[in-house]
């Protein structure tokens, strides 16, 4: 893919990922066609953005599920949320925002969820936008000290990492719940962590807590990666 800059990463042993970097303006979206990517009929009349937006990052869940093995790697559908029907035995997750795409891949071997989200950095931080994101606004002041950070880069990696955490959590739950179900709170050394408030399901219990990574990947935009291992 030319013109596109392609950066592989292995978070962990077994598990893959594969960032995007493009421009709206110059997008090789013949070249992706070439490639098998191709847009479902619910996004045929969208906007621009959002097609590029999904076939560049369906593109780099291809790149990962081959990467892992799976040559050629079928075409990546949809459930009825628009979350992404990954092949038997792998498990992943997707994410992109103006400009970047990704995805993350493992076998299900090897871990049992992932999380990825990408967010630019929030610059208009009103009340409502907190009390939205925020279980309190301890929270909030946690995040801001443990990153010497600004009130919108402290919601957005909030924001982000709950985010990642839906995404993680999920394919496995099937239900729906919001960002005051957890917490997000400091580790050492510049990591962030989630902290379920209450109970989910059997499996998804109170004061279970999950580490979240946490990096600027460019610019204003923040990544955040949840990987849950296989026991």
């Known amino acids: ?18 960032t995007a970097r493009f ?26 953005k959002r097609q590029y ?4 990052s369906r593109y780099c869940a291809k790149l990962c599920l081959e990467q892992l093995g799976l040559r050629p ?13 990954w092949p038997d035995g792998f498990v992943g997750s997707i994410s992109h925002t103006e400009g970047w795409a990704g995805a ?45 950070c600004s009130v919108g880069r402290a919601l957005t990696i909030i924001f982000s990492a709950k985010e990642s955490f839906y995404k993680a959590v999920h394919p496995r ?16 050394n510049e990591e962030i962590a989630i902290e379920l408030l209450h109970d989910l399901s059997d499996e998804f ?12 990947v460019g610019g204003q935009v923040i990544e955040t990666l949840l990987i849950e291992l296989a026991p």
Not at 23 to 34: K, V
Not at 36 to 45: A, D, H, N, T, V
Not at 113 to 126: A, N, V
Not at 205 to 216: A, D, E, L, N, Y
Request: hydrophobic share 45%; net charge negative.
């Open 104 to 148: 993350i891949v493992g076998k299900q071997s090897t871990v049992l969820s992932l999380g990825l989200d990408f967010e630019y950095e929030i610059e208009r931080d009103t009340s409502s936008l907190i009390h939205h994101i925020c279980r309190d606004t301890a929270e909030l002041d946690a995040i801001i000290a443990h990153f010497s």
């Open 173 to 188: 739950l099937k239900n729906f719940f919001g960002f005051q179900a957890a917490r997000v709170i400091p580790r050492a």
């Open 53 to 56: 937006e999904f076939m560049m």
């Open 73 to 85: 790697p079928p075409l990546i559908g949809s459930h009825m949320d628009r979350s992404p029907l």
């Open 1 to 18: 893919m030319t013109n596109i800059p392609i950066q592989f990463t292995e978070p962990v042993p077994g598990v893959v990922q594969h």
């Open 23 to 48: 421009s709206l303006e110059d997008f090789p979206l013949e070249a992706l066609r070439s490639a098998g990517i191709e847009l479902p009929s619910s996004l045929q009349s969208a906007v621009k």
């Open 205 to 216: 219990m109170h004061g279970q807590i999950w580490p979240v990574r946490v990096r600027k």
